[in-house]
């Protein structure tokens, strides 16, 4: 397999990927620093399951697929670059649909939005997905 060197904005990015399993993770014992579990709260209000176990398996969720993604990028893992999309989209989506209806999240949506930005530019784009030689190319 070809080694790719790892460019820097994607360790900075793996990093915030871990550092955001490590909050979801905190938003799950006693202590809540960014109060996601209010966020939560807020979002889950349109549901009529017991909200405290929604609450917990989303953020639960969330800090295993931050944890893998900030590990695969680090490791310059092709479906990490992909989860790291899916994720950011549906922070894009979250955060943006909470900018209009509750307050402004335009720290995080600039965040995700660069994040977005800078995984799709072509360096990047192809450092992750044109790692196989060519015989191991599928046809």
Same mark, same amino acid.
């Given at each position: 397999?070809?080694?790719?060197?790892?460019?820097?904005?994607?360790?900075?990015? $793996?990093?915030?990927? #871990?550092?955001?399993?490590?909050?979801?993770?905190?938003?799950?014992?006693?202590?809540?620093?960014?109060?996601?579990?209010?966020?939560?709260?807020?979002?889950?209000?349109?549901?009529?399951?017991?909200?405290?176990?929604?609450?917990?398996?989303?953020?639960?969720?969330? $800090?295993?697929?931050?944890?893998?993604?900030?590990?695969?990028?680090?490791?310059?893992?092709?479906?990490?670059?992909?989860?790291?999309?899916?994720?950011?989209?549906?922070? #894009?989506?979250?955060?943006?649909?909470?900018?209009?209806?509750?307050?402004?999240?335009?720290?995080?949506?600039?965040?995700?939005?660069?994040?977005?930005?800078?995984?799709?530019?072509?360096?990047?784009?192809?450092?992750?997905?044109?790692?196989?030689?060519?015989?191991?190319?599928?046809?």
């Amino acid at each position: 397999m070809n080694r790719v060197a790892r460019p820097a904005g994607v360790t900075l990015i $793996a990093l915030l990927m #871990l550092a955001t399993a490590v909050v979801y993770g905190l938003a799950l014992s006693p202590w809540d620093p960014l109060q996601d579990v209010a966020l939560m709260n807020r979002v889950a209000s349109i549901t009529t399951f017991n909200r405290t176990g929604i609450i917990t398996g989303v953020l639960a969720v969330g $800090a295993l697929l931050h944890a893998l993604a900030g590990l695969g990028m680090l490791f310059m893992m092709a479906w990490a670059w992909r989860l790291t999309i899916l994720l950011t989209g549906v922070g #894009l989506a979250i955060y943006l649909v909470l900018d209009f209806t509750s307050g402004p999240a335009s720290l995080r949506l600039a965040l995700y939005a660069a994040i977005a930005f800078y995984l799709n530019t072509r360096a990047v784009r192809d450092a992750f997905l044109r790692r196989r030689a060519p015989d191991e190319a599928h046809p």
